[in-house]
Structure formats: C-alpha cells, structure tokens
C-alpha cells in the first residue's frame, strides 16, 4: 500500500470512527434523557400515592407524562400544577364537587365543553341502572388536558398567575380568594422534593419562601 493509499484509509477510518462515536453519543443522550423522564414520572407517582394511598396506579399510569408536557404548554411550574391537583381533590380521580365539579382538578363538564373544538370531545357523566359514569373526566390525563387548557385560556386574560388561580376556582368574580394561598401553600411542599424537578427551587430558608409565596 502506497503512502498515499495508507493516509487515505487512516483518514476514513477516522471519519468512520468519529461518525460512530456521534451516532453513539446521541444514543447514550437519548437513553438517560429516558431514563431521566422515567425517574422524574416515578417521583410524581409516588408523590400522588403519598398524598392518596388510595388513588388507583392504573387511573394514573399516564398522569406524569400529562401533567409535564401541559405544564409546559402552560408555562407553568408542573409542580405547581400537581399542587393545584392536590388542593382540588387531593388526588382522587373520582372526585365529585357540590357543584358537579369531576376529576382531580375538579372541572365542571360544561366548562370543559368549552374547549372540546380544540381537545376533542368526551363522555359526559350519565346514570345507567342506578350506576354512576363519571365520564371522561374522571381520567387523571383528561382532567389534567382539559384543566390546562383553561387555565392557558384564564392566563390569557389576566396579569398574574394569583389572578389566574382565583378565577379558575372561584369563576371570574373570584369567590373564594383563599384558594390562591391553599395552592402555593401546597406548591410550598412540593418544592421540598428535589426528585420531582421543580422549575423554581426553594430558597435556603422555607419560611422565607413561604412568606413570598403567600404574600397577599
């Protein structure tokens, strides 16, 4: 082989050896970034079944992946969605207002009607033979979608997330604004789990944060 031809082959097998070990870096990236996701829906699952040993792991199988991608749609904190969650039904799938309010974040079905256009339609809560169907909003992934979807449509329209909170709960008179401190007192709690990969990190001294938080 000419000196020449030997460069050559050293060049490409170069090339060939830098090329596999690009392909495999992306490999080994999108194998953690799984394996990262995997561990964050963990955490959010065993967050629920703290707060609910009760809450059925088949309702929420799909929760996490849920809560985090509309979330992010929302531009909101997931952990500050899983706290509102947590303040409006304290997890219970099944969960039924005074008002006919379903599904862990408690959504009126004509309410969610009004984002059907965009989200698709669902089964309405119906009585067969004396048996309740809550409908499709009694799915933790449905109620999540539909929340989400109402609050992007609440956020549009006021200045503040406090704002945005209240008129979720209370309707746009804003009846009830103690609801507003029950969920950041929530979302308080739920930053203290690292494993769930809040966006905002809680500050050295809780009280502190707490007190900012919950400002009036």
């Given at each position: 082989?000419?000196?020449?031809s030997?460069?050559l082959?050293i060049?490409i097998?170069?090339a060939?050896?830098?090329a596999?070990?690009l ?7 999108a194998?953690?970034g799984?394996a ?8 959010i699952?065993?967050?629920?079944a703290?707060k ?13 992946e849920?809560?985090i ?7 909101l ?8 969650a947590?303040v ?15 599904g862990?974040?408690?959504?009126l ?15 309405r809560?119906?009585l ?10 009694a799915?933790p992934?449905?109620?999540?979608r539909?929340a989400?979807?109402y609050?992007?449509d609440?956020m549009g ?19 009830h604004?103690h609801?507003?401190?029950?969920v950041m007192?929530?979302y308080?709690?739920?930053l203290?789990n ?9 500050a050295?001294?809780q009280?502190?944060l707490?007190?900012l938080?919950?400002?009036?």
């Amino acid at each position: 082989m000419s000196h020449y031809s030997r460069a050559l082959a050293i060049l490409i097998l170069g090339a060939a050896v830098a090329a596999g070990g690009l392909v495999l870096t992306k490999q080994v990236i999108a194998v953690a970034g799984e394996a990262d996701a995997e561990r964050l829906n963990r955490a959010i699952l065993e967050y629920v079944a703290k707060k609910n040993p009760q809450a059925p792991i088949g309702a929420f199988r799909r929760f996490p992946e849920a809560l985090i991608a509309e979330a992010q749609r929302t531009n909101l904190d997931h952990c500050l969605a899983l706290a509102q969650a947590e303040v409006e039904s304290e997890f219970r799938h099944d969960a039924v207002g005074s008002a006919g309010e379903i599904g862990i974040f408690q959504m009126l079905p004509s309410t969610a009607a009004m984002f059907e256009p965009m989200l698709g339609p669902i089964r309405r809560p119906t009585l067969v033979r004396g048996k309740r169907d809550l409908g499709d909003l009694a799915d933790p992934v449905v109620s999540t979608r539909f929340a989400m979807a109402y609050m992007r449509d609440i956020m549009g329209r006021k200045v503040s997330i406090r704002e945005a909170l209240t008129e979720y709960n209370g309707g746009p008179a804003g009846r009830h604004p103690h609801y507003y401190r029950m969920v950041m007192g929530a979302y308080v709690e739920v930053l203290e789990n690292t494993e769930l990969r809040c966006r905002l990190r809680p500050a050295a001294k809780q009280p502190a944060l707490l007190a900012l938080l919950t400002r009036a």
